[in-house]
């Protein structure tokens, strides 16, 4: 049996304005080099028409990217990667924000971008898929939550 695997190099939201909301690199780069990456594909990506293919071969990678209302998905891949699987899982990502917060917003990620960080390490880790699994990642995350909710209590009937 054969796995399609998938080596995800990062993934940037980023709003129609071209504010970043949120970065995940999954291979080193120097924070310069960061900047200058970031600023170049949204550049790039927001001057493109809607009409346009959501892929762009850049350098010797490929990108993936997808607008969901107000944010931009966009993905880092090996050239030799496959572009749909990337755009499920961009999509698969979302799907995990919208059950989350009921029909992620902007706002939500901003707010909140510690569960969004949380739900994609969940998800993606070293930039493979590590659980597709919408039930578990869910699961982790309001474990995660609740084990929040019991420290601050914990903590409000120390100090009071």
């Known amino acids: 049996m054969s796995f399609i695997t998938l080596q995800m190099q990062f993934m940037l939201l980023f709003s129609r304005q071209g504010k970043l909301r949120l970065q995940k690199w999954f291979v080193s780069h120097p924070d310069k080099m960061k900047k200058k990456i970031t600023r170049e594909l949204v550049a790039t990506i927001l001057a493109r028409k809607p009409k346009m293919s959501s892929f762009i071969e850049w350098k010797d990678l490929k990108i ?5 209302a107000s944010l931009y998905f966009c993905c880092c891949i090996e050239k030799e990667d496959n572009e749909l ?7 698969r990502y979302v799907e995990l924000l919208d059950k989350y917060f009921g029909n992620v917003c902007e706002l939500d990620i901003i707010f909140n971008f510690e569960k969004a960080y949380f739900m994609l390490d969940e998800f993606i880790l070293g930039g493979e898929v590590q659980d597709s699994s919408k039930k578990s990642i869910l699961n982790a995350i309001a474990q995660m939550d609740l084990l929040q909710e019991v420290v ?6 120390h100090f009071t």
């Open 64 to 68: 993936v990217y997808k607008r969901y």
């Open 152 to 157: 601050v209590l914990i903590f409000c009937l």
């Open 85 to 91: 699987l990337t755009l499920e899982i961009v999509h």
